[in-house]
């Protein structure tokens, strides 16, 4: 230590030590600027900032050095060797140049090490050949403890500074490893230094020629300013990288909006489109010309290139509403429409515009809007429609939109003195198919009956499924009778040709009964009854042939007007009685309540089923004392029952028409004492479609009341969708019709599961009705249905059947269990 103390204050000049410190600093700090630029750089320019790298680190360490020389004062006259002087400064550049091409690429602190250890190396050899280089009358002896110490002390620092410089751990790490590389640099130089002493030789002659010190300061200035341009050349790159980094990042980041703009409008089913109605010109999207199947840019941006791809049918809708929106009679444009697509098929799109800019006359100079793919949706729903007006096993015309027919054909023969025909058909022996072959062969004789029938029929006439192995045809093309008796041969011959099912032969007869119009009636109830009688004709002469109506057959007629009057003394003396049938929780089979359901024990006829003496209440009026009745000797049973159960009961399309049905019904709920919570009013489409606007006014004072409100037999109806949006309804009942063929119908599945879905996305409850087997249960509950109604839970049976149930055992409570296994139904009370 007193060695090197003394070589910096006797042996060299007070100004040595700042200068040369600050020429280092400088210098390191303009290598590391370069080398920043060597290692975000690639191929040629990588190279070029690795020269520059090792130039600048090779200068300033050998400036360094002989700076310190020019202020170094032995005792001795000093000279310079060119050529090693020379050398000195070669070598410190090739090895900074060798060790800035390693440290490029360092990821390892190995690397580091390695790469600080040969700058290192190459600082020291530019020393001690920069000493070699000196020339006095004498030689220089060595301390090797002290050249040792400086190797030491200079590799510590050199490796530090690179761990700074690649690791950037500190806030400046430039200027810290700068700082650290020139300590290294000076700490090596100056150890050295005072490693070394002087000692005369008279043998040697001192310096004569060689190196003045006046050319080194000459040469140290030019290095110096070679440092200098390095360093502003650092500087200038490092601002220009940022600047270009800034640009790059801004412009990279307009391009990912961009791009995921276009990937989102892309992505979704909008196809966009802008139409500047000054120029003609209208833009689209990719979106809008892949969803019609055109490559990008394969239309023609004009105006008319969309609206004559619209379905002929549905332009004048769709211009009317576009001009609506032209003169502000609308504040959108919305249609749904057809457009052509390339394959020339047609595609359901939701039409949605506005304008957004107009001329100084106010006329729309500018329209944005966009084309959404409804195909799905229009699929779904006529899906839907398709099978709310067929039959699920045959694919025929269902006996709701068969009954609709019916009542327009009468329609058009009252008005226009045209003709009709109407044909029930029943098969003969086939309750005999069911029993020995079973219920799928069954299934397959009625789809085989069905497609003979419907290949006889004339375009113009429809053939209807009306339940079980109940058929019904609407002749409109020739109904005389003639024509009438003919075709009903060819049905009755091709019904009893053999099928044959699993190997067995299986052979049924059909029964054909006839009414025509305008001769048997021109009302639908009354001409379907007819032909009903005609058939009934049929069975009763033998089966297996066809009867049209007749006079005689009017004994029918008084046989209905006796029992007409029998049912308005049953309502009189209370000759009525509620059945009720339990509703179940989906997920835990736990009675939440019953539907009430009128039944009538007729004194000589026994139990007249609801499907008989229900329509004769409703053609004759009788339906508004039959509903007072059930709803309330309903509410007046619900009210003694100790559990908080609903009770659910059917309002007639003819109750609900009655201007005063709430107040009725809220004289009920205060006379009865029940909760208005625990009322379900259920009704049909059809209870609503005759006067939306009034069936809208009693629901919503229904709901005011707190009644819950349920649409029954869902799916049945053809404006079942339109209904749901526009009417305050709490559940949807799914229809018998549908349930009833999930398990083997595929069609019916997908009906019931939109239905769920449709329920799920409204927020309604969904109610699953005719639920028969254990299969069907496991399906709804699979589908999320939130309650299920059905015989496998219970037939509709008297209240008194349920006591315990509605809580006639203290803290009794109903649960249903199915055995997975069996199939097995009970029901067990817990406490």
């Keep these: 230590m007193y060695r090197t103390l003394s070589c910096l204050t006797d042996e060299h000049s007070g100004w040595v030590l700042p200068l040369s410190a600050l020429i280092c600093w400088v210098s390191c700090h303009a290598t590391f600027g370069l080398l920043k630029q060597a290692r975000e750089s690639t191929g040629w320019a990588a190279a070029i900032w690795l020269v520059g790298t090792g130039a600048a680190a090779g200068a300033g360490i050998w400036s360094t050095h002989f700076i310190a020389m020019l202020g170094y004062e032995p005792p001795l006259s000093i000279g310079y ?29 190995t690397s580091v090490v390695a790469s600080g250890i040969l700058l290192t190396i190459g600082i ?106 390095f360093s502003a050349l650092a500087l200038f790159a490092d601002r220009l990288r940022r600047a270009n980094h800034a ?26 489109w802008d139409w500047d109605i000054g120029t003609g010109q209208t833009w689209f999207s990719d979106r809008w010309l892949t969803m019609l199947g055109y490559e990008p840019g394969e239309l023609e941006a004009h105006v008319r290139t969309w609206q004559r791809l619209i379905h002929p049918q549905d332009e004048p809708k769709a211009l009317e509403l576009l001009q609506a929106h032209f003169d502000g ?50 699929a779904a729903e006529q899906q839907v429609a398709h099978m709310a007006r067929h039959d699920g096993l045959t694919g025929l015309t269902n006996r709701t939109y068969f009954h609709e027919l019916l009542r327009l ?8 003195g045209d003709a009709c025909a109407v044909m029930c058909l029943d098969l003969d022996r086939f309750k005999t198919v069911n029993d020995t072959v079973g219920h799928m062969a069954g299934d397959e004789l009625l789809k085989h009956v069905a497609a003979r029938i419907a290949g006889c029929m004339h375009p113009a006439d429809t053939v209807a499924r009306l339940g079980g192995d109940e058929f019904a045809v609407l002749v409109k093309s020739d109904p005389s009778g003639e024509y009438l008796g003919n075709l009903a041969q060819e049905l009755i011959s091709i019904a009893g040709k053999p099928f044959t099912f699993a190997g067995q032969i299986i052979e049924v007869g059909l029964s054909i009964g006839i009414a025509r119009a305008p001769q048997h009636g021109l009302v639908e109830q009354l001409l379907f ?114 559990r908080p159960l609903k009770v ?66 869902f799916g049945t109806g053809y404006a079942s969708l339109a209904t749901l949006q526009a009417f305050p309804f709490d559940k949807i009942k799914i229809d018998r019709s ?94």
């Design 409 to 416: 054909t009468l329609r058009e023969v009252a008005e226009d």
């Design 738 to 831: 549908f349930v009833g063929q999930v398990e083997i119908c595929p069609q019916a599945a997908v009906i019931v599961r939109t239905v769920l879905g449709l329920g799920r996305s409204l927020g309604l409850s969904v109610v699953a009705e005719g639920v028969e087997t254990a299969g069907q249960m496991r399906f709804l509950i699979a589908e999320e249905c939130q309650e299920l109604q059905g015989y496998l839970f219970g037939k509709p049976q008297p209240i008194a059947s349920f006591t315990e149930a509605t809580g006639g055992r203290e803290g009794s409570d109903l649960a249903i269990r199915v055995s997975p296994a069996r199939d097995v139904v009970r029901m067990e009370f817990a406490s």
């Design 529 to 642: 009854s007819r032909a009903d009688l005609a058939l009934y004709r049929a069975k009763a002469e033998g089966r297996n042939c066809y009867r049209i109506f007749d006079a005689a057959m009017d004994e029918a007629v008084t046989r209905r007007r006796e029992l007409e009057r029998d049912l308005k003394t049953a309502l009189a003396d209370g000759g009525l009685e509620l059945f009720y049938q339990p509703q179940v929780r989906a997920n835990s089979c736990e009675l939440v309540g019953f539907e009430a359901l009128a039944r009538w024990r007729h004194p000589t006829r026994g139990l007249i089923p609801p499907s008989e003496f229900i329509p004769l209440a409703e053609e004759t009026g009788l339906i508004s004392v039959l509903g007072k009745w059930v709803l309330r000797t309903a509410c007046s049973e619900a009210a003694r029952w100790s």
């Design 247 to 272: 640009l790059a990042s801004h412009g990279a980041a307009l391009r990912v909006s961009e791009e995921r703009l276009a990937r989102a409008l892309d992505a979704g089913s909008d196809g966009l």
């Design 124 to 229: 020291a050899a530019m020393h001690f050949t920069g000493m070699a280089g000196v020339r006095i009358p004498g030689r220089f002896i060595w301390d090797e403890a002290l050249v040792a110490a400086a190797l030491a002390a200079g590799a510590m620092l050199t490796c530090a500074a690179l761990f700074v410089f690649t690791h950037r751990s500190t806030r400046y790490p430039r200027a810290v490893a700068a700082t650290l590389l020139a300590g290294a640099i000076g700490t090596l130089h100056f150890l050295s230094m005072a490693a070394a002493q002087a000692i005369p030789d008279p043998s040697i002659a001192g310096p004569d020629d060689g190196l003045a010190r006046g050319a080194l300061a000459a040469g140290i200035a030019v290095v110096m300013l070679t440092i200098l341009a």
């Design 648 to 713: 659910a009961v059917n309002l007639s399309p003819r109750e609900f028409q009655q201007s005063d049905l709430p107040d009725l019904i809220l004289g009920i709920l205060s006379e009865t004492g029940l909760s208005p919570a625990r009322l379900e009013i259920e009704i049909t489409e059809t209870a609503i479609f005759a006067d939306r606007g009034r069936a809208l006014s009693i629901l919503r004072r229904l709901k005011a009341l707190g009644i819950n409100i349920a649409m029954d037999d």
């Design 329 to 378: 009679r609308s504040p959108v444009y919305e249609c749904e429409h057809r457009l052509l697509r390339k394959d020339g098929s047609w595609g359901w799109v939701l039409a949605r515009g506005k304008v957004v800019e107009r001329c100084a006359l106010d006329a729309p100079q500018r329209i944005i809007g966009t084309h959404i793919d409804i195909e799905e949706r229009k």
């Design 81 to 109: 060797d060119v050529l090693l002087t020379l050398a000195s400064l070669g070598v410190a550049m090739a090895t900074a140049f060798g060790a800035a091409t390693w440290i490029r690429g360092a990821t390892s602190a």
